[in-house]
């Protein structure tokens, strides 16, 4: 046996016996001799490329593959720009693959689960927030074969075959790091959509995380959740702000920039802020130029695209997708921009 608990040589009945198949029909599936069911295939091919046997697997996929990319509350910036990547990997893709995307209003856990199970493709990806709701409709689709990627916010020990995403304890880690170095010692306010999002709890925990450890001087006072709404976001932090005048700093960790520099401009905190937000925006651009804002930490929206539907072609044994297998572990980074760093290009 191998330090992984594999066979040093694989066969054909190790295959047989992790797909619960006959050896026959492995050798019907991997020789491409038919006379076996789609779902049948893929369960032998899954196992095989558990065991190692990849190098032994058919060259082409027989079937066209649907993939749903479901998009609540379009007009956030981050979300938009996930339309436009998808929509730029689906003009590039095989005709063998299409890619829907399924835009709503709202982001509410029964909105999203209803989405998620009206599903008429083979596959989907989404993000969304850690609710019961949403889990039960994820696990719903994954008994029914239809696979689920999570992107931007996980939800881990759902049924989800995959998170395409950064990771948020880092970058709120990395936001305490910075700030510590930028502002002078005192009070700090967290904006957030809010916590029930993993990726904002996990931001603000990171955060706190290292603000408790190694920013003496710092601390939140505050968490205001905003909704990702400006008008909403910039009304609650001018109430933070008359609260604790004395702030420092400020740490967006979703889409309220604009409410939080509205705020800013306010002149109500007695000294102008740290703002260290997330997202390279048009107008998170402007606002670094501008000097309103300090840093923005971007989740690459193209990187997590592209992997979540490489772990989906991978998945169902597309020819070529071969450069990753399962347990799927995202690596997509996040990119820090202040304002010498940022690109000279028109941004979405």
Known sequence: ???????????????????GVGSATVDRVINERGNVSDEVRQ????????????????????????????????????????GIEFRRLS?????????????IDTESAT?????LLRTPCDAAVVYAQDHPLIRNAIADLAARGKPVVTMI???????????????????????????TRMAQPGEVIVLCNHLGFQSHADRVRGLSEYLNTQGAGFAVVKIVEGGDDAVRSEARLKDAFRTHPDAVAIYNVGAGNRGVVAAIRAGILLRPPVFIGHELTAFTHQSLRDGLMTMTIDQSPELQAQFAIDVLLNHFNFAGATQLAPPYVSTVPFVLYGPENLPDIALE
């Open 1 to 19: 046996m191998t330090e992984n608990n594999r066979p040093s040589r694989i066969t054909l009945a190790d295959v047989a016996q992790l797909a």
């Open 43 to 82: 369960q032998v091919l899954q196992a095989a490329r558990s065991l190692g046997l990849r190098r032994m697997l058919p060259v082409s996929h027989h079937r066209m593959v649907r993939i749903n990319v479901i998009l609540a509350r379009p007009e956030l910036p981050l979300i938009r720009r996930m």
């Open 91 to 103: 003009e590039r893709m095989d005709h063998t693959v299409v890619v829907h995307r399924t835009t």
């Open 111 to 115: 909105s999203v689960a209803q989405a």
């Open 153 to 179: 916010s996980d939800l881990p020990g759902s049924a989800r075959l995959a998170y395409a995403g950064t990771d948020h304890t880092k970058a709120g880690r990395s936001a305490g790091y910075f700030l």
